[in-house]
């Protein structure tokens, strides 16, 4: 249950997590310090690319510092939104533990599927979005 969440932005403001109801949403939690989270945030950044108004995806830096953080998604051309989330509450209330981890959220907000661990590729990424939200890409 990820309502109620609210995650300062990298680019200033805040992320709600609760306020993604209406559109299906995949949630990316990573960290600058997680080597295969460095290998699969390029591939979210292109399945946000390639989403356009079907699916909304958000990118959650945790249990990082912010600087290394939001260094590192400018580094990898991230320009999906991006939360910080220093105490790992996204994953504390999910129950999660270690990095990285794809969220994938309902239209109505309810989790889905938690994927564990790197997702591979942009066409990984698809298969799962299909699947478990069934929305094509």
Not at 55 to 83: I, N
Not at 98 to 113: I, M, R
């Amino acid at each position: 249950e990820l309502t109620g969440l609210s995650l300062a932005c990298f680019t200033g403001g805040r992320l709600d997590l609760g306020r993604a109801q209406g559109t299906p949403t995949v949630v990316n939690l990573w960290a600058s310090w997680c080597a295969p989270c460095r290998e699969e945030l390029p591939v979210v950044q292109e399945l946000a690319d390639t989403a356009g108004d079907q699916l909304r995806v958000l990118g959650v830096d945790s249990q990082d510092r912010a600087a290394a953080g939001a260094s590192f998604a400018d580094d990898a051309g991230v320009t999906l939104p991006t939360a910080y989330d220093e105490d790992g509450e996204v994953a504390t209330a999910l129950g999660l533990r270690g990095l990285p981890h794809t969220v994938f959220l309902a239209a109505d907000g309810s989790v889905a599927h938690v994927q564990v661990g790197q997702v591979q590729s942009l066409a990984e990424f698809r298969e799962l979005v299909a699947e478990h939200l069934g929305v094509q890409l």
